[in-house]
């Protein structure tokens, strides 16, 4: 069996596949989907063996069954059961075999070409299958549609006489999308961010696998088309009204269960908001996230769990620092960076960093630093982090610079230097004289 760093046996996994097609065994498959799923000398095994391609068969209509009276099937008999039929456990196994191993770049082309996309978009749109099934074949269709990174940055190292070879390839996979925007099943995928949560998460990463680095215009103008973007910040404010309904609810638990899965969904979102706002060539597609960064900030608000918050303040920083997508600073907002901060959160600290620098720029830091109030808290979390690095160091300078000696706000106005040191600065009269004891007594004459 696979798992727990053992060797995989080429018989066991021949086994294994030759009695889940001849028996049309739902255990049989699933165990040939985790040791494809585990480690990629487990999926290589399998397809040794043969058992890639039997799998693939199945998918495409064909039937192996020990017992079976005839008849080999074929893509037309698979598309009409595609359509017509519900899934069966054994086939539902079959295709999570073949989204495993597509996983893996050796592995990934051999599925892709087979023709079995076909079979997989029919049965996405198809009203027959549930959700968790569609979710599955939205996540074939992302694997299938794109080809790996792994796979895009060696054919950038590769030399000028592999030109064809990688032209090729590339020219298949657009090919595979062409054949998901004509189909429709771009905007059925689409179309299942506003649904369950197992199928808006597929859905989400999917768009990211589409229309990432290994996408094209043409995906991304029907992803656009399909308002994609617009859907996943819908969702983002969806999980922010149910956070603050199940807040006012006196019966705390009622949506507890809800919540936790929007939150997967979320995070789901959030990692691909960033990765699309990585990659070149997605500025129209993002378009709709220039007036939606409030979505994005309630979430962060709403959020429980640390590893999602991080991401969504990686988000906002690249959102910022590529397309000068910045949020208004609001005492919301302020409160939960101080907060992440006090968590020792190395996102927030990069996320101020990387705003404090965009206020400099633009002549807004203390307008910015204002929201924090007194910003002396602010400055002493970072201090506890315990972070030496010149960018910290830089960060509490520039919070220093902007800051009443006496009070720790920044107002909006420029600060006064005292004229005798000319170190200290402060926000008004006032606050000078009320701090000139202490100040003397530290040295300024």
Known sequence: MPGGGAPVEFAAVRAAWLRAVQEEDAEAAGWCAR??????????????????????????????????????????????????????AFKVAIFETLCAAAQWPSLKGRIAGSGV?????????????????????????????????????AQ?????????????????????????????????????????????????????????IAGDEAIRVELAGAEAISAMLKRLERFRLLKEKNELNEDENEHEDLLEDEEDVVGTIVSSLS???????????LAPVHNSLNSLCGALHACNQRK?????????ETLGSRYNLWPEMSKELAEDIFCLLLMRS????????????????????NSLLSEFGDVRPLRRALLELGDASASTRDLIATI??????????????PLMVCSKCRQVKYCSRECQRTDWKRHKLNGCA
């Open 275 to 285: 990765d699309l706002a990585l990659v070149d060539g997605c500025e129209e597609l």
């Open 400 to 413: 220093d610079s902007h800051t009443c000696e006496h009070c720790g706000k920044s107002p909006t106005s």
């Open 156 to 212: 950038h190292a590769q030399l000028d006489r592999s030109q064809h070879a990688k032209l090729r390839r590339a020219t298949e996979f657009a090919k595979l999308r062409q054949q998901l925007i004509s189909s429709g099943a771009v905007k059925a995928i689409v179309a299942l961010l506003d649904g369950d949560a197992v199928g808006a998460a597929a859905a989400a990463k999917t768009i990211s696998q589409l229309a990432g």
């Open 117 to 153: 996309l076909g079979v997989i978009t029919a049965t996405l749109l198809s009203p027959k299958h549930p959700v968790d099934r569609k979710a599955l074949m939205t996540r074939l269709t992302g694997l299938l549609g794109s080809d790996s990174p792994e796979v895009l940055e």
């Open 346 to 365: 190395s996102a927030a600290v990069s996320f101020l960093e990387t705003l404090l620098r965009h206020a400099a720029n633009t002549g807004t830091t």
């Open 308 to 316: 999602m918050i991080g991401e969504i303040l990686r988000c906002l």
């Open 35 to 88: 040791c494809c799923e585990e480690s990629l000398r487990g999926a290589e095994a399998f397809a040794e063996s043969d058992g890639l391609e039997a799998f693939i068969a199945v998918a495409m209509g064909e039937s192996m069954k020990s017992d079976a009276s005839g008849g080999r099937g074929g893509l037309m008999v698979a598309l009409a059961q595609a359509l017509t039929m519900e899934m069966s």
